[in-house]
């Protein structure tokens, strides 16, 4: 399946050295003859060489170039850590081009695609294009509506507890291509995709910090899918709306701004999100100061409980506090929970506002392409005033 119209590619073998050594009125006719044998074969030859780099505002991670009739993408930060390029080429229909240097090839139209990771779906429901979903792992992580219907209707394949464990599966669908997000250990599946003609597709959103850079990546699935203008039309939307939302807050002088705590217990070790990491640029940009700015770093930070306790006793807001059925659930479960200002005030915040039918939570789906949704549910939660009539999407408190 990687190697590209062979047809074509016979078509124009050895003319170019026969055409010098023949009379000018039978290289004419040779020249002739074989332009007409391309037209027949119905491919389009352009140059991948000619192309042009698309800007990007926010991500990082990947980079875009367009081309008469193809697209290159080069994915250079796939996954934390990696210092590899993975180079691939999107061609519209019926396009021809030297395909030798590239990860994978995608020939557009698309028909059926899988995806390994919730945060993709809403890419297909943004795109329209939900009904191209043929496969994922736990078919029970899903919130879209759209997307459940399909399953309902037993048009999705449950690959069970993922497409790494399971790349038969993957092998027997024969998609148009698969979208892997990736921490860097199951690598060793890309060749064997590449191997059954398969392309396979790092997306490696969730290493970008910005929250804007996150959603952005909704323009590599559209090139993926022959969709980029509709990609850009809704990436343009949901920027203007995180834009709108975010200048709520710009004038805020720093005592007017709460103090936040995040994060919850699990096995002594508090885990949080670090003061550069997309969470707390969030919470930044919503008029808040987190309580833990001074730990440097875009992951999650794993904290000892007497450090929390004495760098946050007194925060009065705590965002993100696990699922929780209650107050009373959550202090009965850790009760050291109970010693911080936040548990005594009852501003617990968490993220399980909107559920998915099957327990699926829409946050961990929805949450990176529209951050706009987030920081307006923040902005709720801090400064109230500035959204009078908002209702918050994602987030709730906890009940008392």
């Not at 691939?88 to 390994?116: E, H, K, R």
């Not at 699935?221 to 809704?234: D, E, F, H, I, R």
Request: proline letters at 5%; a negative charge; glycine letters at 8%.
């Amino acid at each position: 399946p990687l190697t590209l119209y062979q047809n074509s590619k016979a078509c124009m073998q050895s003319y170019p050295i026969v055409l010098r050594s023949l009379p000018y009125l039978i290289s004419y006719l040779l020249c002739f003859g074989v332009a007409f044998l391309l037209l027949s074969c119905g491919e389009k030859k352009t140059d991948a060489l000619l192309k042009t780099a698309v800007s990007l505002d926010y991500a990082t991670g990947f980079k875009l170039y367009q081309g008469d009739g193809f697209w290159e993408i080069e994915v250079s930060k796939g996954y934390a850590g990696s210092s590899e390029t993975y180079r691939y080429l999107v061609l519209d229909s019926g396009v021809q081009v030297n395909s030798a240097n590239y990860d994978a090839v995608i020939q557009l139209p698309i028909t059926q695609v899988v995806l390994t990771s919730t945060t993709q779906v809403p890419h297909l429901d943004a795109l329209g294009q939900i009904d191209l979903l043929g496969g994922f792992p736990q078919l029970d992580l899903i919130s879209s509506r759209a997307a459940r219907q399909r399953i309902a209707a037993g048009t999705v394949q449950d690959l069970g507890s993922g497409p790494s464990a399971n790349p038969e599966l993957v092998l027997d669908l024969q998609p148009d291509w698969i979208m892997i997000s990736t921490l860097g250990e199951d690598l060793r599946y890309l060749e064997v995709f590449k191997q059954a003609g398969i392309p396979a597709l790092i997306n490696g959103e969730y290493v970008e910090q910005n929250p804007l850079g996150r959603a952005e990546w909704i323009k590599f699935t559209g090139v993926l899918l022959g969709n980029y203008a509709v990609a850009l039309a809704q990436f343009e939307q949901i920027k203007k709306d995180y834009n709108e939302a975010a200048n709520l807050t710009r004038s805020i002088p720093k005592k007017d701004k709460p103090r936040v705590l995040s994060g919850v217990m699990y096995q002594d070790i508090w885990y949080a999100p670090s003061a550069d990491s997309w969470a707390a640029q969030l919470l930044s940009q919503a008029g808040g100061q987190y309580a833990f700015d001074g730990n440097a770093g875009s992951g999650s930070l794993q904290l000892n409980y007497e450090y929390v306790l004495d760098q946050a006793s007194s925060v009065p807001i705590w965002i993100g506090a696990a699922d929780f059925a209650s107050k009373a659930e959550m202090g009965t479960r850790e009760p050291r929970y109970q010693a911080f200002a936040a548990w005594e005030t009852g501003e617990l915040y968490t993220y399980t506002a909107k559920k998915g039918e099957t327990g699926g939570l829409e946050y961990f789906e929805l949450g990176y392409l529209r951050p706009d949704l987030i920081l307006k549910d923040l902005i709720k939660i801090l400064h109230p005033q500035l959204l009078p009539e908002y209702q918050p999407y994602f987030y709730q408190k906890i009940p008392n």
